[in-house]
């Protein structure tokens, strides 16, 4: 049973049970609500400074989670920015240089995004530096990359040409390189035919009668027949402003209008045209201007090379 008081009324000497009112009945409820209020919020802040909540628990172990993901890809990214650097360096140093393009300005390299703050949403957390960090670390890769890919699409374009280019100029020997070498280019006090003065403007060959003459770079035939003095005469138009000539042959195996590739049977060597003796004439002219065939080959391989080159070349012509 609840305690209860009493007191004696003297006025009719009998006890009564003393009643509270109301109003101080309600000041000790608050109160009492306040102390059990007070006690179990200084209970639970001594036991959560002691032992933690289990959602505290939870939230710290997520934090450290993703600082220990923000650790790993700090160190992918650290690795990506490297091969980049190492991308760059070989862009500038090696490619360009070889395919001699000029190289890739740092203005845009280094370009930026100026202006707008992109990393707003990323600010007012306690880790927003290091997420902001990371942040400019992953748009400057993705940047860099974009030039980078841009740069090395560049590359292969001009890589083909450079291809297209180098299998299209006049780099070997028109014939076997045993050959003895007649005159070049030089001017001639008398011709050895019509004993007049005048410029000899390519190299003679001296061959036996009939030897193979061989296409010196891919390119189309644009003559093909007699050509005065050449005699029976080919010419060839390799582009990027070459052109090769073979004068004085007994046998022409091409026509006017076809593609020939470098290593290409075209003719046989004769004497036709103004010519002392079985010989050939072969001459490159770039833009017009009259080279020594001598620069575009040389003579160090020996007759088994040299076939072998041209079986080769011509095995890739078939493939192709």
């Avoid at 450079?162 to 390189?177: A, D, Q, T």
Wanted: aromatic fraction near 12%; include cysteine.
């Amino acid at each position: 049973m609840p305690h209860r008081k009493y007191f004696l009324d003297l006025s009719d000497l009998q006890f009564k049970r003393v009643r509270l009112p109301w109003k101080s009945k309600l000041i000790r409820s608050i109160l009492w609500i306040g102390a059990v209020v007070v006690i179990s919020w200084g209970y639970g802040a001594a036991f959560n400074k002691f032992f933690g909540s289990r959602k505290n628990k939870m939230l710290t172990q997520e934090i450290e989670s993703i600082k220990l993901e923000y650790s790993l890809l700090g160190r992918q990214i650290n690795n990506s920015i490297k091969v980049l650097d190492g991308l760059e360096q070989s862009d500038a140093q090696r490619y360009r240089p070889i395919l001699d393009m000029t190289p890739v300005p740092e203005t845009v390299r280094k370009m930026g995004s100026g202006g707008v703050n992109k990393y707003a949403d990323l600010e007012g957390f306690d880790n927003s530096d290091l997420m902001v960090s990371f942040q400019k670390k992953v748009d400057d890769i993705k940047n860099r990359t974009t030039i980078q890919y841009q740069s090395f699409s560049t590359i292969e374009d001009r890589k083909n040409e450079w291809k297209r280019e180098m299998e299209h100029l006049p780099m070997i020997s028109p014939v076997n390189v045993i050959y003895r070498l007649g005159d070049g280019i030089k001017f001639r006090e008398k011709h050895p035919v019509l004993g007049t003065p005048q410029w000899h403007h390519g190299q003679d060959i001296c061959t036996p009668y009939g030897s193979e003459v061989f296409a010196t770079g891919s390119g189309k035939v644009i003559q093909a027949g007699w050509e005065g003095g050449f005699g029976n005469c080919i010419v060839i138009d390799h582009g990027y402003g070459y052109r090769s000539t073979y004068g004085h042959l007994s046998n022409i195996k091409v026509t006017v209008g076809i593609n020939v590739k470098r290593g290409d049977l075209i003719g046989l060597t004769g004497s036709t045209g103004t010519s002392s003796g079985p010989h050939l004439h072969y001459q490159i002219d770039l833009y017009g201007q009259y080279k020594n065939p001598l620069y575009y080959f040389n003579n160090d391989l020996t007759e088994n090379e040299y076939f072998d080159m041209i079986q080769s070349l011509t095995a890739q012509s078939k493939l192709r």
